[in-house]
């Protein structure tokens, strides 16, 4: 006699590792909102500030500047020799992000620095208005170190 023909063999089940993979939509990384600024402030020492305008990034938030010192009496000043930050309308604060090669932000007499001063953190898409605060506490008329304080509008 003929022995009956083998049967089909069973369909094995997928196992878990074959999976396809589900596809995650990358996070969208949101692109820094610059504004255009023309705000300037001026203290009593000689220091003159101009914001000519802000990036608001996710990590940092960034003010494009022109400073200047121009004294009879003294042949620099210090920017950030106290806290020197942005701050928001709820006083959330971001404190400056200090340049290794000139932490106190110090500037000679006749001396104009164009650049970035950078502040560690985001501000919040709702806010309407930072002030930006040099050498917090210390008066106007201060040479070595002169507080200043200037309002910037966002919107």
Known sequence: PVAPPPPPPAAAAPSP???PAPVVAPTPIPTPKTIPLSVQGVSPA????RVKGIEIGAD??????????????DGSTML??????????????????RPDDNRNLALRQG?????????????????KKLRLVFNEGYQEDNIIAPGLSMDLPLQ
Do not use: W, Y
């Open 46 to 49: 000689g220091l003159t500030v």
């Open 60 to 73: 940092a938030t960034v003010l494009d500047v022109s400073v200047s010192f121009a004294n009879r009496i």
């Open 80 to 97: 950030a020799m106290a806290d020197t930050f942005l701050e928001d309308e709820g006083k959330g604060r971001l404190q400056i992000k």
């Open 17 to 19: 590792a074959a999976a």
């Open 111 to 127: 001396q104009t620095m164009e650049g970035k001063l950078v502040f560690m953190g985001a501000v919040s898409p709702h806010t």
